[in-house]
């Protein structure tokens, strides 16, 4: 059994940035790749990207792409989300979730945090 927990969400002006953590449990977790989604008020979760085990490959949603960034720190079982140039279209709850696969679909990943609030202010 995999365990993460979020941080790092909080409210930030249009324009500004924010760095989630996703801390995982032991060594179970460096050997899942991550992925990151996040769902708004009313709205399905919407994938947002994905790290591999080992960090070497990313792959992001169109709606973030060059402004979102992933990253990880095995040695400390965590995954990070650096956001830049947050827009109010980002304002969602923000989960991490780790899976084996290399996909956008929820339905794929076993293992998700509790969620993170961003909420972006205009």
């Known amino acids: 059994q995999v365990q993460m927990v979020e941080s790092g969400g909080g409210l930030v002006q249009a324009g500004g940035s924010l760095r989630l953590s996703c801390a995982g449990s032991?060594?179970?977790?460096?050997?899942?790749?991550v992925g990151w989604f996040r769902q708004a008020p009313g709205k399905e979760r919407d994938f947002v990207g994905i790290i591999s085990w080992n960090g070497g490959t990313t792959f992001y949603a169109d709606s973030v792409k060059g402004r979102f960034t992933i990253s990880r720190d095995n040695a400390k079982n965590t995954v990070y989300l650096q956001m830049n140039s947050l827009k109010p279209g980002d304002t969602a709850v923000y989960y991490c979730?780790?899976?084996?696969?290399?996909?956008?679909?929820?339905?794929?990943?076993?293992?998700w945090g509790q969620g993170t609030q961003v909420t972006v202010s205009s």
């Open positions: 032991g060594r179970t977790f460096t050997a899942y790749n």
């Open positions: 979730a780790a899976g084996t696969g290399w996909t956008p679909r929820e339905h794929d990943y076993a293992y």
